[in-house]
């Protein structure tokens, strides 16, 4: 058996009427608390409210040089980017 991990994840409910909703304002959050050391907002996942062992990436799920998330979109064109970008 592995060895157990001494972090905690934080699961904040925010509730969204749709996927698409529920990833831009997940992406809007996430990026806001970039400011926070603690947060790795590539790590974002929505999923519904009684369905939630089913997740949807917010970002791309890909890991970058140096162990952190590509902060695009989960199905971008292109190379991955730490910086999301604007449409």
């Known amino acids: 058996m592995g060895q157990v991990s001494e972090r905690f994840v934080i699961h904040l409910p925010v509730v969204a009427n749709d996927l698409l909703s529920a990833q831009r304002l997940a992406r809007v959050v996430a990026h806001w608390t970039h400011?926070?050391?603690?947060?790795?907002?590539?790590?974002?996942?929505?999923?519904?409210?009684?369905?939630?062992?089913?997740?949807?990436?917010v970002f791309c799920d890909r890991i970058m040089d140096g162990g952190r998330r590509c902060l695009l979109r989960p199905d971008h064109d292109g190379a991955c980017s730490r910086r999301p970008r604007r449409r």
């Open 35 to 57: 400011v926070l050391p603690q947060t790795e907002p590539g790590g974002a996942t929505v999923s519904r409210e009684d369905d939630q062992n089913v997740r949807h990436w």
